[in-house]
């Protein structure tokens, strides 16, 4: 089985700012990668897949990368909203697999 | 529009069986690349992947708790129901269904229901 590792746990940004969060495989999943936000008592939502494309109405300031075991999620202008929970889901073997989750919050 | 709502009870006593039932609406099951998954998250958790059950009637579950797992959809209702044996305080979780376009092997989750929080407590 898959392990996705994320780090860091919680990362403390200034709104504005830029934020990166790492997702790491313990095998290589090629781009299939998913990430997703979580805000307090919200289901998640889809933000990226194939590691790199946008879903549906994700603003261009969410960007991610990376192939194999080693994938960024980068938020270019952190904005008020931005400040939740993400998550990275591996979706190149089965059993599906999700990271421990990175907390966004407010410097 | 798309959408998935889980209900179930609320509360379940350990050693009892959970029933979920996630109703979907806006696609169809019976559709040959709509696939409907379970997933779980305990207060203050991270998200946990528990089944899938794929167009073909395919299924795949967690490997920790396969033994305890059961999907299964019943196309003319719109529904995927997961049930878990001898259910136990740690289970305590909200419960989510959530949609994979079986596309090309894309396997991510593309909607999500609203999820339902079951306690398990005696």
């Known amino acids: 089985e898959i392990v996705m590792t994320q780090s860091p746990a919680t990362l403390s940004v200034s709104p504005g700012e830029r934020a990166t969060l790492s997702c790491r495989a313990s095998?290589?999943?090629?781009?299939?990668l998913a990430w997703y936000q979580q805000k307090p008592g919200q289901a998640p939502r889809l933000l990226i897949y194939?590691?790199?494309t946008r879903a549906t109405g994700i603003p261009a300031r969410f960007s991610g990368s990376g192939s194999g075991t080693e994938f960024t999620l980068t938020i270019s202008s952190l904005q008020s909203e931005d400040f939740a929970v993400y998550y990275c889901?591996?979706?190149?073997?089965?059993?599906?697999?999700f990271g421990g989750g990175t907390k966004v919050e407010i410097k | 529009q798309v959408t998935l709502k889980e209900s179930g009870p609320v509360l379940v006593k350990p050693t009892e069986t959970l029933t979920l039932t996630c109703t979907v609406s806006g696609f169809s099951l019976s559709n040959a690349r709509m696939g409907v998954s379970w997933i779980r998250q305990p207060p203050g958790k991270a998200l946990e992947w528990l089944a899938h059950i794929f167009s073909n009637d395919e299924k795949s579950y967690s490997t920790s708790l396969k033994s305890r797992l059961t999907i299964s959809k019943d196309t003319s209702k719109s529904q995927v129901v997961l049930t878990m044996t001898n259910m136990d305080p740690v289970d305590t979780a909200t419960y989510y269904c959530a949609r994979i376009l079986e596309s090309w092997s894309e396997y991510y989750f593309d909607y999500w229901g609203q999820g339902t929080l079951v306690t398990v407590s005696s």
């Open positions: 194939g590691a790199s």
């Open positions: 095998q290589s999943v090629s781009s299939n």
């Open positions: 889901q591996q979706y190149n073997n089965w059993p599906l697999h």
